[in-house]
């Protein structure tokens, strides 16, 4: 048996940008993402604290050191600049393995985003 458990999360980031006319995604810091195990590509939930919306994009790499968090496309529309989000990657473990498992949390200022 496998089952979905928590594979990494960036705990309470400020939104510093939300552009509609992109083709959709997140962009996140690089260092956002190496310190959380977040890879370019992977598939993510955002759960914003502000308005209690909830989406499944993807990861583009930010520049590293800026801070970034920007929601690209559709996902623009559930967010505003400065709302405090969570970003959340699960994985698919054997059972067994997930009993003994470890996610990567991190926890940024939430006022620069920036590791602590």
């Not at 909830?54 to 996902?75: D, F, M, Q, W």
């Not at 623009?76 to 054997?94: E, F, G, K, P, S």
Request: negative net charge; contains cysteine; hydrophobic residues 40%.
């Amino acid at each position: 048996m496998q089952v979905h458990v928590l594979k990494s999360k960036i705990h309470r980031v400020r939104v510093t940008e939300a552009d509609l006319n992109y083709i959709g995604s997140i962009t996140i810091d690089e260092d956002l993402m190496e310190a959380s195990n977040i890879i370019e590509g992977e598939k993510v939930q955002i759960v914003n604290i502000n308005n209690g919306e909830r989406l499944e994009t993807y990861v583009i790499k930010g520049k590293r050191g800026s801070g970034e968090i920007c929601l690209n496309g559709p996902a623009a529309r559930r967010v505003a600049v400065n709302d405090i989000i969570i970003i959340i990657c699960y994985c698919i473990l054997d059972f067994e393995e997930a009993k003994t498992f470890k996610p990567t949390l991190i926890f940024p200022d939430e006022n620069t985003n920036r590791l602590k």
